[in-house]
């Protein structure tokens, strides 16, 4: 009787063989999840690793060696003009550029260092100029650009979004309303160099992000200007300045593509330059540069991929030699328990 209820008690329910129900959490068993699969496991014995910074080295300092070479072929010319610009005897150079009535004008003259082959870029660079702030990044209406339909959204814009009578700016935002208004005129041997400024900008750009039937309107007319005006018979997709210029640069010296020279210049050559300082920099210790400049196979000048390449690769070799040196001087043996931790004597004994 007694062995009869203790295998009822010990049978569950007692339904006669039925199974237990399962209550686990447990989930179903599976190699991904208990990470039994094939997978490589190498074991980086020392000829490995020494082999490893070998190749890396072989292969990174030729690529920096290049990269270095093609940099260094450029030839750039770059001339500071916002504070030579300002006539002698102005001491409040912001109320000098903030004053209408006075000239703009400036002249000067740069000497070509070394021959350059066209086609040569022409660049207006900025110092100290954060177009990255949040503020001004988010200060334009992407709808708005793009498609005349939306031209009355002006969201995000504030606060040049609409004229005091109500009236949408296109394009609105504080991004295109200090659009760069510097203007350049290069004369060489007396002759005024044809400035090309057309696929200046990136042509996705032109094609999906500023629409071919958005006109200008009521832009650049508030009592506070903040640079250049646009052209109102011109599309937005033509007005490849202002595309540039929308394209905003993540760091605070920067620059941006005004035009092409496809004139080859020698070396001495000289060339004037004569432009208008109209672009406010002053009232942030802003800096402004004209920069003619050549290119490669590789781009523009920039020392950095070449010098960080020949970094990596000298590192990979110095280890390489460091370990081998170890290596040699100190071996150890390969699965040598005596080196775990449990098998070492405490350290003070």
């Known amino acids: 009787m007694n062995s009869h209820a203790a295998g009822s008690s010990s049978g569950g329910s007692g339904d006669g063989g039925a199974q237990p129900r399962r209550n686990s959490r447990r989930p179903t068993y599976s190699k991904f999840t208990q990470q039994e699969l094939p997978a490589c496991k190498p074991i980086l014995t020392p000829k490995w690793v020494v082999s490893v910074f070998v190749l890396v080295g072989v292969i990174f300092v030729p690529i920096g060696i290049v990269s270095l070479r093609a940099s260094q072929q450029v030839v750039e010319i770059i001339d500071r003009y916002d504070d030579a610009c300002i006539p002698a005897g102005v001491t409040d150079k912001l109320a000098y550029i903030q004053n209408k009535t006075s000239s703009k004008n400036c002249t000067r003259t740069l000497t070509v260092t070394k021959d350059m082959d066209q086609p040569i870029f022409v660049y207006y660079q900025l110092d100290n100029f954060y177009q990255n702030h949040r503020r001004y990044v988010k200060s334009r209406n992407d709808a708005q650009l793009r498609d005349n339909s939306s031209a009355s959204e002006t969201s995000n814009c504030d606060p040049e979004a609409k004229t005091a009578d109500g009236k949408p700016i296109v394009p609105c935002g ?133 010098i960080a390449y020949l970094t990596v690769g000298g590192l990979c070799f110095f280890l390489a030699f460091a370990f081998t040196l170890l290596y040699l001087i100190k071996p150890r043996k390969m699965g040598d328990s005596n080196y775990l931790s449990w098998n070492r004597p405490p350290v003070g004994r």
């Not at 050559?269 to 406010?280: A, H, K, P, R, W």
């Open 174 to 306: 504080l991004i295109a309303w200090s659009l760069f208004n510097d203007t350049y005129s290069l004369i060489h041997n007396n002759e005024i160099l044809d400035v090309d400024k057309t696929d200046i900008s990136w042509k996705s750009d032109r094609d999906h992000k500023f629409g071919s039937d958005v006109f200008p309107q009521n832009f650049q007319e508030g009592p506070l200007q903040g640079g250049k005006k646009l052209n109102t018979s011109l599309p937005l997709s033509k007005q490849e300045d202002l595309i540039v210029w929308m394209r905003t640069a993540a760091l605070p010296t920067f620059r941006k593509l005004y035009g092409r020279i496809h004139v080859d210049l020698k070396v001495n050559d000289t060339i004037t330059v004569q432009l208008e300082n109209n672009y406010n920099t002053y009232s942030f210790s802003g800096k402004k540069k004209l920069v003619l400049s050549t290119s490669t196979w590789l781009g523009g000048k920039n020392d950095f991929l070449g």
